[in-house]
């Protein structure tokens, strides 16, 4: 059994393989002290499951995940729609073995019914793009204002990015986009247990990020919030070490 592991949920259309940009994933930190375990999650990688499987079974299926493994402390850990899912396991109180919760650029949930209605629509259109043609639309997804710093990174970085998005299955991910929206769930603060650490990361960049985070911590008192220089949403890819530094920083604290 180990001392500690990490359940990483990476974001829409990504994969396990994005977390290994974090020097945290090293040989010699797994090595010393953590374990690292990654999520499935349906209509990603080929993931199949039940074709009705929604987004309150899908949080089901994370939790039978999570609680298979063994170790003494068990943390999660979030990037974008990954952090939002690791938020709704948390408010599931199906976890029992949880000892924290570690968010990158995650949104929590916090939208009108109005805000709500428009995300519908806006990600039926998304919806439909990325069906009709994948490569412009990751492309034009990259154009929103919260990626800004993403566009600087090297062309190969990026177009490594890029072509990892092109891996999945354009159909599936598209239903994804729609299961697993922020329109489809309230207030994520609301749910979350009181006597739970919380680590918050978001790029000095990407302001809609950073003011949820600096919200988190006004509704929730175990919340450390850590703003990362030079960086926009894109944290694994923009700044890994810096982003690395953070959560080690605050899991030697937690100990």
């Known amino acids: 059994m180990f001392e ?11 994969s396990a393989t ?3 940009r974090l020097p ?3 040989a010699s ?8 375990s990654f999520a499935k999650i349906p209509k990603h990688s080929n993931y199949r499951v039940d074709e009705s499987m929604g987004l309150a079974k899908t949080v089901v299926d994370l939790c039978e995940q999570f609680n298979r493994i063994e170790s003494k402390e068990i943390y999660l850990m ?9 938020l709704l396991m948390a408010g599931s109180r199906l976890l029992p ?5 570690i968010l990158i650029s995650s949104g929590l949930g916090r939208l009108s019914d109005s805000e709500r209605a428009l995300r519908r629509k806006r990600d039926l259109l998304h919806a439909k793009a990325l069906i009709e043609d994948p490569l412009s639309f990751w492309q034009s997804w990259y154009e929103e204002p919260i990626f800004c710093s993403t566009k600087s990174l090297a062309a190969n970085d990026f177009d490594s990015l890029i072509s990892q998005k092109l891996r999945h299955n354009s159909m599936e991910l598209a239903k994804a986009l729609q299961e697993f929206s922020p329109a489809n769930h309230g207030d994520l603060t609301r749910s979350l247990p009181s006597e739970m650490p919380v680590l918050f990361l978001a790029g000095s960049d990407d302001i809609k990020y950073v003011s949820e985070g600096k919200k988190l911590v006004e509704r929730h008192g175990l919340t450390s919030f850590v703003e990362i220089e030079n960086a926009s949403h894109s944290l694994l890819w923009e700044q890994p070490t810096a982003t690395s530094e953070a959560i080690s920083n605050w899991l030697q604290r937690a100990n």
């Not at 930190?29 to 690292?36: A, D, G, H, Q, V």
């Not at 979030?78 to 690791?86: D, H, I, N, P, T």
């Not at 073995?97 to 919760?101: A, D, H, M, T």
Request: hydrophobic share 40%; proline share 0%.
């Open 4 to 14: 500690r592991s990490i359940f990483c949920i990476h974001g829409f259309g990504g």
């Open 18 to 20: 994005d977390w290994e």
């Open 24 to 26: 945290l994933l090293s």
């Open 29 to 36: 930190s797994i090595n010393s002290l953590n374990n690292f």
């Open 78 to 86: 979030g990037y974008s729609m990954g952090g939002r899912l690791a």
């Open 97 to 101: 073995k949880l000892s924290g919760i």
